[in-house]
């Protein structure tokens, strides 16, 4: 590998945080700074750090380097030309770091999928007016380079759709209900136990998370401002082991996924549990793996996969973002000059038109699937296929409908008069179905 041309001064990092991607960071900057300083023309070096408890062990040695308690003060650090935000949260330490760095006509690496998603839009249009680069390649499905291969590689594609499983937790919970049969409040404390999931799993397991990331998706792929408030999300809680068995039997995966696509009518953006046909390659990605899909009017359909988490390819997405700045390589954050975005308005997801599974636990009596498949009809949704599984004379049994493309309004009016049903015994299971 040739070496960094002498003279050339160092690239000085200030890194805010030093969890698990901080302390991935320094290591991979210490590892591989040969290679990193070859590609980035000039060696890559941390200068100042910042976290909360000092004389925390972090497995990565801190001497020499200037240490602040205060992480917003790095942006005024004079030895730093790049302030990296690893602290996380959409407010609070993160944002005002970001916004001060900005201000001080400092370059910013955030890995903060939380403040981008709430904030970004403000954020980017702060950096424009600076001048000042911010770049984010971690935000999004960890070491996948999702954020580059949309917003650079594929720039001359219009993006019809980019859809991705952006949530490990989540598809590692559905991957164990899928091939051990059991249950999801057994499989999520598991999850937890093994370090898989948070203490408190709300951000992943309720989509959030997952929305943050297609947030900021959605920006690049049709060139507009962040709008989180968009998105529609679902979670997975409500996954049971049933329905991953019955989708099994009809040629389908569940899985979570971000999806954000465009037609004529506008974006929508919607985070849900879906059925993937298990062909599709989408399915065939298990585990705490992430996948991100994106169809482009001239290039079709490409997928990235890779892992969306944890201290390596978190720190390899971070470092990708400093050679950049250290090459002087940065593009409007999403990927166009404001003046340059799109207004598209946003689609609701009530307009949503789509194929649906659904699954009922229903008395096993006479005259019960005419009462559902009449509702069916009032609301205009024809059916594809209906299975009954067993039969037990007076008892529940489950029954699975799945129909042809109809609309959001037309399938939740039908839901909320069958549920209401006396035959019609829980809840029923309400899932899309989406041809990727
Ligand atoms: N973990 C991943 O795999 C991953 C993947 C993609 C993106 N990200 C994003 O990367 C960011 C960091 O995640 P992480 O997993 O590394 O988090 P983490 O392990 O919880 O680390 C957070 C760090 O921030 C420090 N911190 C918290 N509040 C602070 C404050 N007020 N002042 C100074 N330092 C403060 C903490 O200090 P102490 O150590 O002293 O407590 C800690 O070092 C988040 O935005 C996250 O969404 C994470």
């Given amino acids: ?19 698990t991607v901080g302390a991935g960071l320094l290591k991979l900057l210490s590892e591989n700074a ?45 030895g730093t030309d790049v302030v990296v935000e690893l602290i996380g949260g959409s407010d609070g330490p993160a944002r005002a770091l970001v916004e ?3 201000a001080a006509g400092k370059p910013v690496v955030t890995a903060n999928k939380a403040l981008l998603a709430v904030h970004g839009a403000a954020i980017a249009e702060l950096a424009e007016a600076r001048g000042v680069p911010l770049a984010f390649e971690a935000a999004v499905a960890g070491g996948i380079p999702a954020i ?25 919970i559905l991957t164990v209900m899928r091939e051990q049969g059991r249950e999801f409040a057994e499989v999520l404390a598991e999850a937890q136990a093994l370090g898989y999931a948070e203490a408190d799993p709300s951000f992943d397991i309720d989509g959030i998370d997952a929305a943050h990331k297609l947030a900021i998706l959605a920006a690049l792929a049709f060139g507009r401002p962040v ?13 049971t082991a049933l329905d991953i068995a019955l989708a099994g039997e009809l040629g389908y995966r569940i899985k979570l996924l971000g999806i954000a696509s465009r037609d004529a009518a506008g974006i929508s953006a919607r985070v849900h549990p879906c059925m993937v046909p298990v062909a599709a ?15 482009g009017d001239f290039v079709g359909r490409v997928m990235l996969e890779g892992r969306g988490a944890g201290a390596g390819p978190t720190a390899s997405a971070v470092a990708a973002d400093l050679i950049d700045l250290a090459r002087g390589r940065h593009t409007p954050v999403w990927g166009a000059a404001s003046g340059a975005l799109d207004a598209a308005p946003s689609v609701p997801m009530d307009r949503h038109c789509g194929a649906y599974y659904l699954r009922l636990m229903v008395l096993d009596r ?45 399938m939740r009016a039908a839901l909320a008069r069958i549920a209401a049903l006396d035959s019609v015994l829980e809840k029923p299971a309400l899932i899309r179905v989406e041809p990727l």
Wanted: glycine share 12%; hydrophobic share 45%.
């Fill in 281 to 295: 390659p989408i399915a065939r990605v298990d585990g705490v793996f992430n996948a991100v899909v994106a169809e």
């Fill in 100 to 102: 001060a760095a900005i």
């Fill in 227 to 239: 709008e989180f408030g968009a998105v529609h999300v679902e979670g997975i809680r409500e996954v």
């Fill in 366 to 410: 006479p005259g019960v699937i005419a009462d559902v498949t009449g509702i069916l009809r009032d609301e205009a949704i024809s059916l594809e296929s209906m299975l009954q599984r067993g039969r037990a004379p007076g008892e529940a049994v489950p029954v699975v409908l799945t129909t042809h493309d109809c609309e959001e309004a037309a």
């Fill in 1 to 19: 590998m040739s070496q960094p041309r002498p003279g050339h001064k160092p690239l000085s990092v200030a890194v805010a945080g030093l969890g």
């Fill in 34 to 78: 040969d290679i990193v300083a070859a590609r980035a023309g000039r060696p890559v070096t941390v200068g100042a750090v910042s976290a909360r408890t000092r004389g925390r062990d972090r497995g990565v040695p801190l001497d020499g380097l200037r240490w602040y308690d205060d992480p917003v003060a790095l942006a005024a650090d004079p």
């Fill in 148 to 172: 580059k291969g949309l917003r650079e590689g594929l720039a001359g594609n219009r993006i019809r759709r980019v859809a991705g499983i952006l949530n490990g937790t989540c598809n590692y």
